[in-house]
């Protein structure tokens, strides 16, 4: 069972981007989690709630580092123009699967298209959230007279969280669907994204 749901897991050809796949994938479950549970008068308090507030603001910087290894292990394997071609104004490939889809049939991967354009925002959206946070943490901890500051970039982590949470279940839902799709089409190929 283990190794069934193991396979069934994308991108096989790459074990590294696997692995860095589902760090972030859980450390972000576990943001979304524990963020009801965070306080900013608990950075310095002992209490379970401070140290869950500690654990919150910890993984936020370790989310910056691996959404900057993950954008950067994406583009030194496919390059930019793999991911964001919408931002050359290229939607040639978006065109391509929204037809594809159209006709009942599933996309493959390609430069450009739904997959690599929704895996691309994905990460830029990561990166948003995960840096907004830690110019909050910085603001709060760094700048006791500019609790202003704080609070904007605080609101501003918020509001930002509500798009990786949307991105964060839509994306499973898409990932656990396009498992199932590939399960089921006979003499499905190993997909690349």
Same mark, same amino acid.
């Given at each position: 069972?283990?190794?069934?749901?193991?396979?069934?897991?994308?991108?096989?050809?790459?074990?590294?981007?696997?692995?860095?796949?589902?760090?972030? =994938?859980?450390?972000?479950?576990?943001?979304?989690?524990?963020?009801?549970?965070?306080? &900013?008068? *608990? %950075?310095?308090? #002992? !209490?379970?709630?401070?140290?869950?507030?500690?654990?919150?603001?910890?993984?936020?910087?370790?989310?910056?580092?691996?959404?900057?290894?993950?954008?950067?292990?994406?583009?030194?394997?496919?390059?930019?123009?793999?991911?964001?071609?919408?931002?050359?104004?290229?939607?040639?490939?978006?065109?391509?699967?929204?037809?594809?889809?159209?006709?009942?049939?599933?996309?493959?991967? =390609?430069?450009?298209?739904?997959?690599?354009?929704?895996?691309?925002?994905?990460?830029? &959206?990561? *990166? %948003?959230?995960? #840096? !907004?946070?830690?110019?909050?943490?910085?603001?709060?901890?760094?700048?006791?007279?500019?609790?202003?500051?704080?609070?904007?970039?605080?609101?501003?982590?918020?509001?930002?969280?509500?798009?990786?949470?949307?991105?964060?279940?839509?994306?499973?839902?898409?990932?656990?669907?396009?498992?199932?799709?590939?399960?089921?089409?006979?003499?499905?190929?190993?997909?690349?994204?």
């Amino acid at each position: 069972m283990k190794l069934k749901l193991i396979n069934a897991i994308p991108y096989s050809y790459a074990p590294f981007f696997r692995v860095l796949h589902i760090a972030v =994938a859980v450390l972000i479950l576990s943001q979304i989690i524990n963020s009801n549970f965070i306080e &900013a008068e *608990l %950075l310095t308090d #002992s !209490s379970v709630e401070g140290v869950i507030t500690w654990l919150h603001v910890v993984s936020g910087f370790l989310l910056i580092f691996l959404g900057l290894t993950l954008l950067a292990w994406m583009l030194s394997q496919r390059g930019f123009r793999w991911y964001y071609a919408w931002m050359m104004l290229d939607f040639n490939g978006i065109r391509r699967d929204i037809k594809l889809i159209s006709q009942r049939k599933l996309p493959e991967a =390609a430069q450009g298209g739904i997959a690599a354009a929704v895996q691309g925002l994905g990460v830029l &959206a990561l *990166l %948003l959230v995960a #840096s !907004s946070g830690g110019v909050w943490f910085l603001a709060e901890t760094l700048l006791k007279n500019a609790s202003d500051a704080a609070e904007y970039y605080l609101r501003l982590h918020k509001f930002l969280t509500t798009f990786i949470e949307i991105y964060f279940y839509a994306h499973g839902l898409m990932g656990l669907l396009h498992m199932l799709l590939v399960r089921k089409t006979p003499a499905s190929g190993t997909e690349k994204t």
